[in-house]
Structure formats: C-alpha cells, structure tokens
C-alpha cells in the first residue's frame, strides 16, 4: 500500500469504538484527570488505540466510488457538477439560473475547509444531525431552501428523491486525527465512564464530531448501511426503511 497511513487500517489494528464500551471503559478509567496538554492526551490514546470507530452520511447515487476514491474533500468541481445535476439542469429561467450560481458560489466560500467529518457513533446521525441523509449535504440543502424561497420551487423534494441514505462505516487512523479533536473525545469518554456506573452509556448519542484534513483511504471504510430510519427534525419527512443488505462492516 503507497500511503503509510492508509496502512495501518488493518485486521490486527486496536479499534476505539463508542459502541464498545467494555473495549474503553477500563483504559479511560486508568487515564490521568490532570490538566495536561491536547498533545500528551492525543499521544497516549493513539499508544493505545490505532483506529477510531467513526460513521460518515451521505446519500450517494451508487456507494461504488468510495470504496475506490476513499472519502474525500470536497472541491470546487465537484460541487459545482453537484450543483448542475440538482439545480441548474432544472431551471426554468435565466433569473432562476442567476440565483442557483450566486448561492451556489457562497456556499462554496462558506464551506471550503478541505475537511472531511465524521461522528463517533452512528445514532447522531440518523436521530439528531440527519440532513446528509435526506437532502445529500446541509451545503445542497441550504441552496434549495434559498431558491424554493424566492422561486416557490420545491427542490428539497428534488434532493431527497435523489440517491439513497448511507452511513459509512470506517476505521479512521488516529494518526490522521488531530490532538485537539482527540483530546475532546477523550473528555466525553470520561464524562461517560462518570455517569454509567455499571449501566449501559448509550442511552444518548454521543455528539461528538470531528474532521480530518485529508482524503480518507478508501481502505479505511469497512462497510455501509442505510440506516432503518432518519428524522427530519426541520420538515418532518422522516426515512422509515429497513436496513439494506448493503455491504457490512467487517
């Protein structure tokens, strides 16, 4: 594999996983309260842990090309082919076509961090932060609300008609995870050992979210589902599916 990074996502990799509290619970028990710095905290869980257990929305055409291309950044081609496909090929005027490039390139602007963003449990997405999987992006979503305003269009139902719901599973290298980004995973660990005792922590969803500054290899996704169901906490057209056969994680 020509990325070292990419190489460490692999059978024997120790995985953190949210999910699995009994794989944490005694190593952030063990972990110092003091006041230290992100870095020393960072440096201790990537000693421990190789990967970190993290889920990615979408609602691709087809899942093909992330498990070829990875899970990349998003650029201004790309966005701007998004935009053709969903709006500008479905314009019906030249003032309509204004507005869907003037809000398309302010998005851009808006969102250009060359990031890509993950949870660290997969429950966020489908209960609390589910905009990736009914509308694609909260990017697309805010050009529609913007010309369904002041055209009377109605593209948001476009846009969830479009492709299909999917939560990637992946095994993102803690090493491609910043100090500052871990050393807050670490406190919501903690916060969670605290109030658990000997119950079940996942009676909520850990909102906890984090990006990283690369593409993802695409051997890091072990595996997709659609979700059984997605709320849609602003307009109410809530996803109520059975999961897909889909590819599972590994």
């Not at 028990?29 to 020393?40: F, I, L, N, Q, R």
């Not at 190789?50 to 966005?79: F, K, Q």
């Not at 305003?149 to 803690?174: M, N, Q, S, W, Y």
């Amino acid at each position: 594999m020509s990325d070292p990074e990419a190489g460490l996502v692999c059978s024997l990799s120790v995985v953190l996983d949210w999910g699995r509290s009994d794989v944490w619970r005694d190593w952030i028990a063990a972990e110092p309260t003091d006041d230290v710095a992100p870095s020393m905290t960072a440096r201790r869980l990537r000693e421990k842990f190789d990967v970190l257990r993290s889920y990615h929305a979408a609602r691709p055409l087809d899942p093909g090309p992330y498990y070829r291309s990875g899970i990349t950044p998003l650029t201004r081609e790309r966005w701007h082919a998004l935009v053709q496909e969903c709006f500008l090929g479905r314009a019906t005027d030249a003032a309509m076509a204004a507005a869907i490039r003037r809000a398309r390139d302010v998005q851009f602007d808006l969102v250009r961090d060359g990031r890509v963003h993950f949870c660290c449990d997969e429950r966020l997405l489908a209960e609390r932060d589910g905009y990736h999987l009914l509308y694609g992006s909260l990017s697309l979503l805010v050009v529609a609300i913007r010309i369904d305003k002041e055209f009377g269009t109605d593209f948001k139902a476009v846009l969830r008609r479009r492709g299909d719901p999917v939560i990637f599973v992946c095994d993102v290298p803690t090493v491609l995870v910043d100090d500052e980004a871990l050393s807050r995973l670490v406190a919501c660990l903690r916060q969670a050992h605290r109030s658990m005792g000997e119950s079940d922590p996942h009676g909520s969803p850990l909102g906890f979210h984090y990006s990283i500054c690369r593409a993802l290899p695409s051997a890091a996704i072990v595996g997709h589902f659609r979700p059984n169901r997605v709320i849609d906490a602003v307009y109410g057209h809530h996803i109520g599916a059975q999961r897909s056969a889909g590819q599972q994680p590994g």
